[in-house]
Nanobody
Framework: VQLQASGGGLVQAGASLRLSCAAS????????MAWFRQAPGKEREFVAA????????NYADSVKGRFTISRENAKNTMYLQMNSLEPEDTAVYYC????????????????WGKGTQVTVSS
């Protein structure tokens, strides 16, 4: 599976953005998907993950209540709705896919996409 993230931009604190991750290529197995981010000078961190069916979601504590992960399998697309953005959310956001959600959220992935920059000004 090939992944491409989009939807990033420059916004002010308190604003909202919706990121998308489009998947392409052939897959014969259901896969979980996740968002990660990496800020300058910091390690990559887990943001959110979602199961194939969408019935199971996980979030990092830092984004709970502000971010919502979702997916539309018919469109091969995953989303990250980000509300109440804070300057600390500034990072390059990446999407990933893997066969197991728990392994995926630990950074063990099968596919990794190019990132999209999110910049939140104060």
């Amino acid at each position: 599976v090939q992944l491409q993230a989009s939807g990033g931009g420059l916004v002010q604190a308190g604003a909202s953005l919706r990121l998308s991750c489009a998947a392409s290529g052939r897959t014969f197995n259901p896969y979980a998907m996740a968002w990660f981010r990496q800020a300058p000078g910091k390690e990559r961190e887990f943001v959110a993950a979602i199961s194939w069916s969408g019935s199971v979601t996980n979030y990092a504590d830092s984004v709970k209540g502000r971010f919502t992960i979702s997916r539309e399998n018919a469109k091969n697309t995953m989303y990250l709705q980000m509300n109440s953005l804070e300057p600390e959310d500034t990072a390059v956001y990446y999407c990933a896919a893997g066969g197991d959600l728990n392994r995926l959220r630990r950074g063990i992935y099968d596919s990794w996409g190019k990132g999209t920059q999110v910049t939140v000004s104060s």
